[in-house]
C-alpha cells in the first residue's frame, strides 16, 4: 500500500535548525510535486513550502531564506531543510504529496498525505 510518513521533528532552540524527511513507499513509479504544510494549535493548516516535478520550489513568505525544500528521486524522499528557527515556526508539519503509482500496466496519480511531525521551537 502506498505510503507517506514524515520525520525529523523535535524540540529546537530558537536559532536551531532541524531536517524533515518525507518518505513514500509503496509500488511508487515517481514522487511528483511535494508540498509541506504545517499547523500550529488553533490554527489552519497552511503552506509552507513546494516542489513540483521539475524542481522548482516556492516558499510562504514566512520561511523564505531560511527554509530549502528538496528531493531525492531515487528515494522517494523530500526534505525541508529549516534554519534559523522561530518560536512561532512550532507546528506540526505534514507532507502532501503528488505519487505516481503503479496500477497493473497504467500509472495513476494519487495524492496522500503524511501523519505529520511536530517540529518544537522553544528556549
Known amino acids: 500500500q502506498v505510503q507517506l510518513v514524515e520525520s525529523g521533528g523535535g524540540l529546537v532552540q530558537p536559532g536551531g535548525s532541524l531536517r524533515l524527511s518525507c518518505a513514500a513507499s509503496?509500488?511508487?513509479?515517481?514522487?511528483?510535486?511535494v508540498d509541506w504544510y504545517r499547523q500550529a494549535p488553533g490554527e489552519e493548516r497552511a503552506l509552507v513550502a513546494a516542489?513540483?516535478?521539475?524542481?522548482?520550489?516556492n516558499y510562504a513568505g514566512s520561511v523564505k531564506g531560511r527554509f530549502t525544500i528538496s528531493r531525492d528521486n531515487r528515494k522517494n524522499r523530500v526534505y525541508l531543510q529549516m534554519n534559523s528557527l522561530k518560536p512561532e515556526d512550532t507546528a506540526v508539519y505534514y507532507c502532501?504529496?503528488?505519487?505516481?503509482?503503479?496500477?497493473?500496466?497504467?500509472?495513476?496519480?494519487?495524492?496522500?498525505w503524511g501523519q505529520g511531525t511536530l517540529v518544537t521551537v522553544s528556549s
Open positions: 502532501n504529496a503528488t505519487l505516481i503509482v503503479e496500477y497493473e500496466t497504467e500509472y495513476r496519480y494519487l495524492q496522500v
Open positions: 509503496g509500488r511508487i513509479h515517481r514522487v511528483s510535486a
Open positions: 516542489i513540483t516535478s521539475d524542481d522548482t520550489t
